[in-house]
């Protein structure tokens, strides 16, 4: 109530309102609380999202980026969390929720989460497999150590040998073994140690003594795993106990239960090796002394037989294998002529045959007995040509004007330059001068007198 009316707060004035009491309740402003991750979102951001619930309710939750960057595990769906927050509210949407400052595994560690979670993800990608394990030298000249050098791993180590394979060169790289700086420094060492050639370096050994899991979890940070994985050098894992199982245990080419373990599996015993040469000499010896026998009685053997006692026997059998294979090499020699003699004159023979000189002869033969059957076809064509041209030119001979006038008959012209032929007596006049063709000359004539036929005939 205010001046006896009563206060109308806004939406936001109304969260707010309730958002400071949410923050004034100490239970709510710092509390723990276990539950069930469900709807979990991780945004691009960094932030998680997701909704913690039990059997009987739920929460939204909110844990941002800079509170999860430092969780060693990745929360997931259905895991079962404690979480440490407050609890306030989301103006925008006026509703309540966690704010989570701090998660871990219900039940199990959360180290021991992150182990399972790092050792899953890296077989996945292969770290692990066989394949990539390397051999690791018989005989190192150079072992490259990568511990502490105040711990007793170290000691250990360099203790076992130099009793084993004193011959060998130990060089210790010191490093940080356990704290949040020991992942870089294990991995910086194994790294610097591969780049240098000069050092001829044929094994690492990188260890520790035992400890906690929190004391050994260096050696299961990633960074010291692809290190290993990405070494050149063989590497022989040695961390904790017998019972310690670590990240670089797995991606390691060989790992010992112990440093001096490791210390044994890099080296070889120099007393065990000249005893091993030892026993090798006397195999040898035993080996040769018997080769030695076996020879002298093949060579005994040898002696007695036929070869050295009559060495031209065997001379001899083969001169008369000689000769006998001559012999039938002979036989088959003139037996193969023969046959080759037989199929030439067959070939010859029925090359004749074929020849073509033959076949141009007989063709030659018709070709003239054709020539002159053509050529009496040719006479007697012309010949009946001849005759039937003669009878033709007796034919036109009777029709000629010339055989017409040896009956009698003439042809009378004008004399002019047409020398027309004169066919009535109408086409001329008196005094008209005419010539007048005979049989064998001609007549100058001039017309004296005229009479039509029909005039006579009356």
């Not at 009563?6 to 239970?27: A, G, H, M």
């Not at 940070?221 to 050149?232: C, D, L, T």
């Not at 080759?340 to 007989?362: C, I, Y």
């Amino acid at each position: 109530m205010e001046n006896g009316k009563e206060q109308i707060l806004s939406v936001s004035d109304l969260t707010v309102l309730i958002k400071r009491l949410f923050e004034q309740n100490p239970y709510l402003s710092d509390c723990w609380v276990r539950g069930e991750i469900s709807n979990f979102t991780r945004h691009s951001s960094g932030h998680m999202y997701f909704t913690l619930k039990d059997s009987g309710s739920r929460i939204k939750s909110v844990m941002f980026a800079s509170k999860n960057r430092n969780l060693n595990f990745l929360p997931k769906e259905g895991m079962k969390v404690l979480i440490r927050g407050y609890v306030s509210v989301y103006e925008r949407d006026g509703q309540y929720q966690l704010y989570v400052e701090e998660m871990q595994p219900d039940g199990i560690g959360s180290l021991y989460l992150a182990f399972q979670q790092l050792k899953e993800r890296l077989e996945k990608e292969g770290l692990f497999l066989q394949e990539h394990k390397k051999q690791i030298p018989r005989f190192p000249k150079v072992i490259g150590v990568v511990t502490s050098p105040t711990g007793a791993a170290v000691r250990d180590i360099i203790t076992t040998i130099r009793r084993r394979y004193p011959v060998a060169h130990v060089l210790l790289h010191p490093v940080l073994v356990q704290g949040t700086e020991a992942p870089q420094s294990i991995a910086a060492a194994i790294q610097q140690l591969n780049t240098q050639p000069e050092l001829a370096i044929d094994v690492l050994i990188l260890g520790r003594g035992g400890g906690s899991l929190e004391e050994l979890w260096a050696f299961n940070e990633e960074v010291v795993a692809r290190a290993i994985f990405a070494s050149q050098i063989p590497v022989i894992s040695a961390v904790g106990h017998e019972t310690d199982f670590t990240i670089a245990d797995f991606v390691a080419d060989v790992r010992a239960a112990t440093p001096t373990a490791a210390a044994e599996l890099a080296v070889p015993h120099l007393m065990e090796l000249f005893r091993h040469l030892d026993s090798e000499q006397q195999r040898m010896a035993t080996a040769l002394a018997g080769r030695m026998r076996e020879m002298k009685r093949r060579f005994e053997t040898l002696e007695q037989s036929p070869v050295f006692t009559r060495p031209t026997d065997r001379i001899h059998q083969l001169r008369q294998r000689i000769d006998h294979t001559e012999n039938e090499l002979e036989l088959v020699l003139t037996k193969l002529a023969g046959t080759r003699n037989k199929q030439v004159n067959d070939l010859m023979q029925r090359l004749a045959r074929r020849s073509p000189v033959e076949r141009v002869m007989r063709t030659e033969q018709q070709f003239g007995f054709l020539l002159q059957k053509l050529s009496a076809a040719m006479t007697n064509r012309m010949t009946a040509a001849g005759t039937r041209l003669d009878r033709m030119i007796d034919k036109l001979d009777a029709y000629s004007p010339l055989q017409v006038m040896k009956r009698g008959y003439s042809l009378t012209y004008r004399v002019d330059k047409d020398k027309q032929l004169i066919r009535s007596i109408r086409e001329v006049q008196l005094g008209d001068k005419l010539n007048v063709r005979l049989q064998d000359g001609w007549l100058d004539c001039q017309v004296w007198g005229m009479e039509e036929e029909h005039n006579r005939d009356e």
